[in-house]
């Protein structure tokens, strides 16, 4: 009798362990998707700012003078802050008054797989002009700390 007790909780054991590891696999599998349309999203962007841009200068249209409204001093400007396994630094250069790029120069503590999903945020903030993005699901910590040091660089670039 006892002998069948612990068979039944042994197999108990493992249905719940199939379980748990289904539903892990399940969550990783939503997540890869969701990387892979924001990784969509974001290249149809950038596909319909170049036809804005191509238009703008076919049809002879200027954009207003964005320096005069620029809020940031042009430069390169460092900024840390904690992401998901440490210090994240990144990189923030500032062109005619504009984040013209970010580039993650140090992240040692990070898992590469969430610090490279995380840097799906770094396009919204150039898109935005501005850090006030949301994070990115699936890898929060890590786009925050993204997010964050970015806000302490540019808070170094303000005029």
């Given at each position: 009798m006892k002998d069948l007790m612990v068979r039944i909780f042994s197999v108990l054991l493992i249905v719940i362990a199939l379980i748990g590891y289904n539903m892990t696999v399940q969550v990783r599998e939503k997540d890869n998707e969701i990387a892979?349309?924001?990784s969509q999203l974001q290249y149809s962007k950038q596909e319909a700012e170049?036809?804005?841009t191509q238009f703008i200068e076919?049809?002879?249209i200027e954009e207003?003078?964005?320096e005069s409204e620029s809020k940031y001093n042009d430069g390169i400007y460092e900024g840390t802050a904690m992401g998901f396994g440490g210090d994240i630094t990144v990189s923030v250069e500032i062109e005619n008054g504009s984040i013209k790029s970010i580039n993650v120069t140090k992240a040692s503590g990070e898992d590469g797989a969430y610090l490279e999903m995380a840097k799906d945020i770094i396009n919204n903030i150039i898109e935005a002009g501005d850090a006030d993005v949301d994070t990115v699901s699936g890898a929060t910590f890590s786009s925050t700390g993204i997010k964050n040091a970015t806000i302490e660089?540019?808070?170094s670039?303000?005029?």
């Open positions: 892979k349309i924001n170049y036809y804005k076919l049809s002879g207003e003078n964005k660089a540019l808070s670039a303000e005029k």
